[in-house]
């Protein structure tokens, strides 16, 4: 840290402490943030600056939901672009197209909340407090339409102060600081960590790794990180993964494959800007470096939605299946219905079809897989490679995927030509098996051509 920030901070941090003193900040309400947002925007120094972010940032955390929901609605409509400034500005450019006039034209479309939200960034620790002021937003816009263009801001600059260039991987063992492994057990939205020797397992160096993204701006608050499984050959069930006395190797030397088993984005004030991607290619060539006898890199990944899918396509209602398969569909609501291993075949024979169609046909209005984690593998480059049937017998796995699990396999050579074909034509690459898998679907469904 510079000598001048390290001033800064002192100054940002002696005036914090100042106002907590004298208790000026002990009942606060919007319009004292609005005003000292307008005072933070009509400020000139630096120094100054910082002092009045760090202020503004005090007030705001005093609030209550109902008065950072006023603040929102203020900062919507009092710190928009000015409409006078943009029709002189596109005037003078229309006379003539300068790049200083389209300059000019540019900064008057911008509204005055972005400027708002960099000076604000400028006290210590403002950025993970902007953050959490998004996260505070998004739990807020579901019900006021006004608070999309506060949202819009805030993705703009998160998209630059977050880009790859500031991101920081880092190697999380038993080793990391436990105010960082506190936060794994947190954050952990895929498979629930128990406790810490559920953590000390799926850290332990025979056959785990675990990387994360961190950020420069906002210390140890990990904003996105992933587990990974070192075996010999595809994993196809996540049980034992997760198991605390199951090893599938001794040595990590003697593992083909790595298998992300669990990917976290940790904070919600982020959602929306992309991490996943760069991580894992990222930690493939971490992994590879480490260990070169790695030949798979693949994950096992949920469906979430998948049975939501399921029961309202193929209900009674809906008649899209015949008589006998509804009847066997209706033996999910069964408990223990995976111990019984005719009536488990004869579902996995009905379900592995369908979800092979819900994976490759099912799509959102603008063309994407309606499965939000195949959206995302798939947008990365991977190809859909295999449906595991009771690849996850939690009631999790069972309330959301129906038991299934999925491998995205990442081909290193093949990763920008999938994206590439994803990306320009939604092209799905898969493997043979679960193409033969969508086309016994459309035996199953009725309407559906067999060609």
Same mark, same amino acid.
């Given at each position: 840290?510079?000598?001048?920030?390290?001033?800064?901070?002192?100054?940002?941090?002696?005036?914090?402490?100042?106002?907590?003193?004298?208790?000026?900040?002990?009942?606060?309400?919007?319009?004292?943030?609005?005003?000292?947002?307008?005072?933070?925007?009509?400020?000139?120094?630096?120094?100054?600056?910082?002092?009045?972010?760090?202020?503004?940032?005090?007030?705001?955390?005093?609030?209550?939901?109902?008065?950072?929901?006023?603040?929102?609605?203020?900062?919507?409509?009092?710190?928009?672009?000015?409409?006078?400034?943009?029709?002189?500005?596109?005037?003078?450019?229309?006379?003539?197209?300068?790049?200083?006039?389209?300059?000019?034209?540019?900064?008057?479309?911008?509204?005055?909340?972005?400027?708002?939200?960099?000076?604000?960034?400028?006290?210590?620790?403002?950025?993970?407090?902007?953050?959490?002021?998004?996260?505070?937003?998004?739990?807020?816009?579901?019900?006021?339409?006004?608070?999309?263009?506060?949202?819009?801001?805030?993705?703009?600059?998160?998209?630059?102060?977050?880009?790859?260039?500031?991101?920081?991987?880092?190697?999380?063992?038993?080793?990391?600081?436990?105010?960082?492994?506190?936060?794994?057990?947190?954050?952990?939205?895929?498979?629930?960590?128990?406790?810490?020797?559920?953590?000390?397992?799926?850290?332990?160096?025979?056959?785990?790794?675990?990387?994360?993204?961190?950020?420069?701006?906002?210390?140890?608050?990990?904003?996105?990180?992933?587990?990974?499984?070192?075996?010999?050959?595809?994993?196809?069930?996540?049980?034992?993964?997760?198991? +605390? *006395?199951?090893?599938?190797?001794?040595? #990590? !030397?003697?593992?083909? $494959?790595?298998?992300?088993?669990?990917? =976290?984005?940790?904070?919600?004030?982020?959602?929306?800007?992309?991490?996943?991607?760069?991580?894992?290619?990222?930690?493939?060539?971490?992994?590879?470096?480490?260990?070169?006898?790695?030949?798979?890199?693949?994950?096992?990944?949920?469906?979430?939605?998948?049975?939501?899918?399921?029961?309202?396509?193929? +209900? *009674?209602?809906?008649?899209?299946?015949? #008589? !006998?398969?509804?009847? $066997?569909?209706?033996?999910?609501?069964? =408990?223990?219905?995976?111990?019984?291993?005719?009536?488990?075949?004869?579902?996995?024979?009905?379900?592995?079809?369908?979800?092979?169609?819900?994976?490759?046909?099912?799509?959102?209005?603008?063309?994407?897989?309606?499965?939000?984690?195949?959206?995302?593998?798939?947008?990365?480059?991977?190809?859909?490679?295999?449906?595991?049937?009771?690849?996850?017998?939690?009631?999790?796995?069972?309330?959301?995927?129906?038991?299934?699990?999925?491998?995205?396999?990442?081909?290193?050579?093949?990763?920008?030509?999938?994206?590439?074909?994803?990306?320009?034509?939604?092209?799905?690459?898969?493997?043979?098996?679960?193409?033969?898998?969508?086309?016994?679907?459309?035996?199953?469904?009725?309407?559906?051509?067999?060609?």
């Amino acid at each position: 840290m510079s000598f001048l920030q390290e001033l800064f901070n002192s100054i940002t941090q002696r005036e914090a402490s100042r106002w907590r003193r004298i208790g000026s900040l002990d009942h606060c309400d919007h319009s004292q943030l609005v005003t000292a947002c307008q005072a933070l925007l009509q400020s000139d120094g630096e120094a100054s600056s910082i002092s009045l972010a760090s202020r503004a940032l005090e007030i705001y955390a005093r609030l209550d939901d109902d008065e950072k929901c006023s603040f929102f609605e203020q900062l919507a409509m009092l710190f928009s672009a000015e409409p006078e400034q943009i029709d002189q500005a596109y005037l003078a450019y229309k006379m003539a197209r300068t790049n200083e006039n389209l300059e000019t034209l540019f900064e008057s479309c911008e509204p005055r909340r972005q400027e708002l939200l960099r000076r604000l960034n400028l006290s210590s620790g403002g950025t993970h407090k902007l953050v959490k002021m998004r996260e505070d937003m998004l739990a807020l816009m579901a019900n006021s339409a006004d608070l999309k263009a506060i949202n819009s801001d805030f993705m703009h600059l998160f998209g630059s102060w977050f880009n790859r260039g500031f991101l920081v991987l880092k190697r999380i063992d038993w080793n990391t600081p436990a105010n960082i492994l506190e936060k794994l057990i947190r954050y952990e939205a895929v498979h629930e960590i128990q406790d810490w020797d559920d953590l000390r397992r799926r850290l332990d160096a025979r056959d785990r790794r675990c990387f994360g993204f961190f950020h420069p701006a906002i210390g140890d608050e990990p904003l996105i990180f992933v587990e990974v499984a070192l075996n010999k050959g595809l994993p196809s069930q996540i049980q034992p993964i997760l198991d +605390s *006395d199951s090893y599938d190797i001794d040595d #990590p !030397e003697s593992a083909d $494959t790595a298998a992300f088993f669990g990917i =976290s984005n940790c904070q919600v004030g982020l959602r929306g800007i992309s991490f996943g991607n760069f991580l894992i290619k990222q930690v493939v060539q971490e992994l590879k470096q480490e260990l070169p006898n790695l030949k798979y890199f693949v994950t096992l990944s949920p469906v979430p939605n998948f049975r939501r899918w399921l029961e309202t396509t193929c +209900s *009674d209602d809906a008649c899209m299946l015949s #008589p !006998e398969a509804q009847e $066997t569909l209706k033996h999910l609501d069964d =408990s223990d219905w995976h111990k019984n291993e005719e009536l488990a075949e004869r579902l996995g024979s009905l379900i592995k079809p369908l979800a092979a169609r819900y994976l490759l046909k099912e799509k959102t209005t603008n063309g994407q897989p309606m499965n939000p984690v195949a959206r995302f593998h798939l947008g990365n480059g991977a190809e859909l490679h295999r449906i595991n049937w009771l690849g996850d017998i939690s009631a999790k796995g069972m309330k959301q995927s129906a038991g299934l699990m999925v491998n995205y396999l990442y081909v290193l050579d093949n990763i920008e030509r999938n994206h590439e074909q994803y990306s320009t034509s939604g092209t799905i690459v898969c493997s043979s098996g679960v193409r033969d898998l969508s086309r016994r679907s459309r035996k199953l469904l009725k309407g559906e051509s067999d060609k």
